[in-house]
């Protein structure tokens, strides 16, 4: 609510002040690749720790404020369920930046609305349309353009390309309740699920691929993994479902096409001359920029605004 003060009296107003919120987000969100590469600890630990503080944390807030948290038990399974994928996404993400950089993590995330653009017309039962289409090969080349060089960080790119798909399956079951249930309600079943789901994965991760006991996190891990849990797995979390409320889910994922730009400022600061990479990297970074960008645009000029007509049914 403060945020909202604040950006409205910058003069923000309507939408205009979800944007500038999610924009916001968006910004913080980038550094939590940095984050990530700064915990000793595996994906799958981290982000079974990060869980289980967001949801005693969040639980917590909702007591606090007095939160009905009563819900149809139908689609209490399907929070579960987008927080069984948004653990999936959050261990990606992960493994990503610990596979690769910051750079590379935050471009094969902003595949992100190339993904929106494909599985909401399924989810809509709508066949993809010409632009989509276009717009999804064309990101498609620009991936080959990164691979193409004999890029050093295949596996963490594929890791992001990967965890863009869940972000987007999550962007869109999330946006389907949004407008039904306090933002509280939804980030608290939703942070239940995904620490259910890591918790019930992590001794098999432990036992037959990292085949390691559990690693003790140290002080500077815990405070990383907190902040992750109360800035990111919380406020920014409950802050982007907010969002949702007023805006579509293919323009949050489009926003978040800038958070490579963001990230790779940031990141430059923290690791200097190891976040550059070559020019095919960011020729292929640019023509993944291109085609997410191109999609508006066609709509804007050419009147083409099939997934905004779907936004009173989001």
């Not at 929106?116 to 399924?122: E, G």
Request: with cysteine.
């Amino acid at each position: 609510m403060a945020l909202e003060s604040i950006f409205k009296k910058l003069g923000f107003t309507g939408d205009k002040t979800a944007y500038a919120e999610l924009h916001f987000w968006i910004m913080c969100s980038s550094m939590i690749p940095i984050i990530n590469i700064y915990i000793t600890l595996s994906s799958v630990e981290i982000v079974f720790l990060r869980t289980l503080a967001a949801t005693v944390i969040v639980f917590g807030v909702v007591l606090y404020k007095k939160v009905n948290l009563r819900v149809k038990m139908s689609h209490i399974v399907m929070l579960f369920f987008t927080g069984l994928l948004t653990a999936i996404y959050w261990v990606l993400f992960v493994v990503a930046a610990k596979k690769s950089n910051t750079s590379v993590t935050l471009v094969g995330i902003a595949t992100t609305p190339i993904w929106v653009s494909f599985i909401y017309p399924v989810v809509s039962k709508k066949s993809p349309t010409f632009t989509e289409v276009m717009t999804g090969l064309s990101a498609l080349f620009g991936v080959y353009m990164i691979f193409s060089s004999g890029f050093a960080y295949s596996e963490g790119m594929f890791a992001a390309i990967l965890a863009a798909f869940f972000a987007a399956v999550v962007t869109i079951l999330t946006s389907k309740y949004s407008k039904k249930y306090h933002y509280l309600v939804i980030t608290f079943y939703q942070m239940c699920g995904a620490f259910a789901a890591t918790a019930l994965f992590l001794p098999y991760f432990l036992k037959y691929i990292s085949k390691s006991s559990f690693h003790t996190p140290t002080s500077l891990d815990i405070v990383l993994i907190i902040i992750l849990a109360v800035i990111f797995s919380i406020i920014a979390y409950s802050s982007i479902v907010k969002v949702m409320q007023k805006i579509t889910p293919f323009s949050v994922s489009l926003a978040n096409n800038v958070s490579p730009i963001y990230g790779g400022v940031i990141a430059y600061f923290f690791f200097g001359d190891s976040e550059l990479m070559d020019i095919y990297f960011y020729g292929g970074a640019f023509m993944i920029a291109f085609a997410i960008l191109a999609m508006p645009l066609a709509r804007f000029f050419f009147k083409l605004d099939e997934l905004d007509d779907n936004k009173s049914t989001t």
